[in-house]
Every structure is written in structure tokens, then in C-alpha cells.
């Protein structure tokens, strides 16, 4: 099983950038691919990036195209997102998980607090 914890988040002026780490312990870690979601009040989760677990292969929510960088160091076990641009809809919590494929997600970590505000 995959434990995760988010860090990197916090307060920032529109058009600013965040760089968030995911670390993540466990075995399968290394053959699993990865990905960032976010949650907003009264929202859904939604799914915002992935990455293949040799990181050769990345996909974006097509708002965060272009803004946000998901990247990935194996030896570290660590996941990351570069984020940069940032508007006020990006504020939510961020979460990182493995891409279940046809099996299941980690438990979810507690995530890392991102907002953005003037």
C-alpha cells in the first residue's frame, strides 16, 4: 500500500506559482503512475495531472495546460507539480494519488491547502 503526503501549499497573489511535493512510501510505488487532483468547497474532486511511473508520459486537465508541470523522481519516491500562473478557480486542496487503473487508489493523504487571492 502507498502512503502519501502533500506539502507545498499556501497563500499566493494571482499569477504567482507554487511548486507542491507528493512523497509516498510503499512498495509498488515505482510501477504505479501518478497523479495530482484538487478539491474546492462544495465541489468535487477532479482530476488535474498524470504521470507515468518511468514519467515518459504526462496529461493535464485542459484548464492547467500549459500552467502546471507534473514531474517525478523515482529514487526520492516523490511526486511533484509545478504550478505556475495561478488563478483564483485553482484554489482547492491538493491531493496526490497513484492512477488506479483497473485497480484502486492509496488512501487519500490529507493534502496541502492551495489558494489564490488578491
Known amino acids: 500500500q502507498v502512503q502519501l503526503v502533500e506539502s507545498g501549499g499556501g497563500l499566493v497573489q494571482p499569477g504567482g506559482s507554487l511548486r507542491l511535493s507528493c512523497a509516498a512510501s510503499?512498495?509498488?510505488?515505482?510501477?504505479?503512475?501518478m497523479g495530482w487532483y484538487r478539491q474546492a468547497p462544495g465541489k468535487q474532486r477532479e482530476w488535474v495531472a498524470s504521470?507515468?511511473?518511468?514519467?515518459?508520459?504526462?496529461n493535464y486537465v485542459d484548464s492547467v495546460k500549459g500552467r502546471f508541470t507534473i514531474s517525478r523522481d523515482n529514487a526520492k519516491n516523490t511526486v511533484y507539480l509545478q504550478m505556475n500562473s495561478l488563478k483564483p478557480e485553482d484554489t482547492a486542496v491538493y491531493y496526490c494519488?497513484?492512477?488506479?487503473?483497473?485497480?484502486?487508489?492509496?488512501?487519500w493523504g490529507q493534502g496541502t491547502q492551495v489558494t489564490v487571492s488578491s
Open positions: 510503499g512498495t509498488i510505488f515505482r510501477v504505479s503512475a
Open positions: 504521470i507515468t511511473s518511468t514519467g515518459g508520459i504526462t
Open positions: 494519488n497513484k492512477i488506479p487503473g483497473l485497480g484502486s487508489f492509496a488512501s
